[in-house]
């Protein structure tokens, strides 16, 4: 099966007047038809880059050096911006985090959803038009489709207005769908319908997902395969299964370690990841995480390391599970190779 989208080595830089951010080093995963993928990682780890670099939605200052962003064969990468907008919103939506932010103020919801239909399709009469925001409202089950066609987003809930935006973003039944934290700032009730309702519609039109979180509970929940994220670089990449019974890269062992669980002791404190993700103008010289890491070597600090396939789709950037790494106190490569026995 052919991915619907294959990013191969993308790089993306912003130039500032304290020097070049380097946001994303190096990211390479793919994405197959029908697919949910997780993009995870701390604030500043690269995930909304790397999807605003996908639709090419980046600011000014923002480059991408190096790297491929291959949808249905086309590079983006090389797309001009005249050839983006008839990508854009057609065969690639995206559903940003703060719907209040991203709708107009001042013109009906329903105008908005239409907008998007007659951009790109504007062969279509108003009334046809019309029809089919009404189909999508109801079908993301905004109640009352008619009388909420001609509201305003202050007339929305949270949870109401994230339903506008993706009847938006499905209004042209695109082939993939970047989801930027679609649930923050949502209560728990509302966050697991706007979940039932992605994989409801991911089930109804094959529409692939990226789904942008740092939530864990929602990866675990939604997500087919998993791409965890940190300092511009993919630290692990697994399926969703694997990621959580069978992690191999200590930030993700991290992450895992800082979740509530409803079977541990009340009594037993959450365990942090202690420090701070690394200065981006600076980049460290060896693996980003090695500061904060309870098992780093010098190695660690010196070189990057190597991407190792652990198993059939697993893989993860680690010197502790390279054959060169010395045995002795590393408890990931041991578990490592008895997995492989």
Known sequence: ME?????????????TSNGEVQAVRGVSFCVNPGEIVGLVGESGSGKSVTSMSILKLLADTARIKEGKILFEGENLAAYSKAQMRKIRGGKISMIFQDPMSSLNPLIPVGKQVAEMIRTHHPEKDKAEVK???????????IPEPEKRYHSFPHEFS???????????ALANRPKLLIADEPTTALDVTIQ????????????????????????????AELCDRVVVLYGGLVMEEASVFDI??????????????????LEQDRSRRLKPIPGSPPDMTRPPAGCPFAP?????RVICGQELPP?????????????????EAPLENNPLK??????HE
């Not at 080595?9 to 912003?14: A, M, P, R, V, Y």
């Not at 904060?292 to 780093?296: G, L, V």
């Not at 041991?334 to 997995?339: C, V, W």
């Open 3 to 15: 991915p619907i989208v294959k990013i191969e080595n993308l790089k993306t830089s912003f130039m």
């Open 131 to 141: 029809r089919e925001v009404l189909d999508l409202f109801a079908r993301v089950r």
């Open 158 to 168: 949270g949870g109401m207005r994230q339903r506008v935006m993706i009847a938006m």
């Open 192 to 219: 697991d319908q706007i979940l039932k309702q992605l994989r409801e519609l991911r089930k109804e039109y094959g529409t692939s997902i990226i789904f942008i979180t740092h939530d864990l509970g929602v990866v």
């Open 244 to 261: 959580f019974d069978h992690p191999k890269h200590p930030y993700t062992l991290g992450l895992l370690a800082s979740i509530p669980s």
């Open 292 to 296: 904060r890491c309870p098992y780093a």
């Open 307 to 323: 991407v190792t396939e652990i198993s059939e789709g697993h893989k993860s950037r680690c010197w502790l599970l390279d054959a």
């Open 334 to 339: 041991e578990e490592g190779e008895k997995s």
